[in-house]
């Protein structure tokens, strides 16, 4: 019997701001299977319910409640939460390591 092997999922939940499609790119390229993007609770629950991924993709850019409910609610499904910022120029930056200054590599439309 040949064990299968589980794809590596993620959600990725947007605010206001879309997340650049060189993310979905390198998640994609990278053999992770990428869930939504959603832009709700309800939605964002119903992937980790249904999934079971390991990682939820939060936006910091979406309105303070709900990043705060899914900061209580995804870990008790096993998901880690990672928060991104979405800048103007089109860089993704992890949430509280610093600033773009300060971060030598972050992920940019413009870099592959």
Request: hydrophobic share 35%; glycine share 10%; aromatic share 0%.
């Given at each position: 019997?040949?064990?299968?092997?589980?794809?590596f999922?993620?959600?990725?939940v947007?605010?206001?701001?879309?997340?650049?499609?060189?993310?979905?790119?390198?998640?994609?390229?990278?053999?992770?299977?990428?869930l939504?993007?959603?832009?709700?609770?309800?939605?964002?629950?119903?992937?980790?319910?249904?999934?079971?991924?390991?990682?939820?993709?939060?936006?910091?850019?979406?309105?303070?409640?709900?990043?705060?409910?899914?900061?209580?609610i995804?870990?008790?499904l096993?998901?880690?939460?990672?928060?991104?910022?979405?800048?103007?120029?089109?860089?993704?930056?992890?949430?509280?390591?610093?600033?773009?200054?300060?971060?030598p590599s972050?992920?940019?439309?413009?870099?592959?």
């Open positions: 019997m040949t064990a299968t092997r589980r794809k999922a993620v959600i990725v947007e605010g206001d701001t879309a997340l650049p499609e060189e993310l979905y790119s390198l998640l994609g390229g990278l053999g992770i299977e990428v939504g993007p959603v832009n709700n609770a309800l939605d964002t629950l119903r992937l980790a319910r249904d999934h079971h991924p390991k990682i939820a993709i939060l936006d910091s850019s979406m309105e303070v409640n709900l990043l705060h409910d899914l900061h209580g995804l870990p008790t096993g998901v880690h939460c990672l928060d991104v910022s979405t800048r103007d120029n089109g860089t993704v930056l992890p949430e509280g390591i610093g600033s773009v200054e300060d971060n972050p992920i940019s439309k413009n870099q592959r």
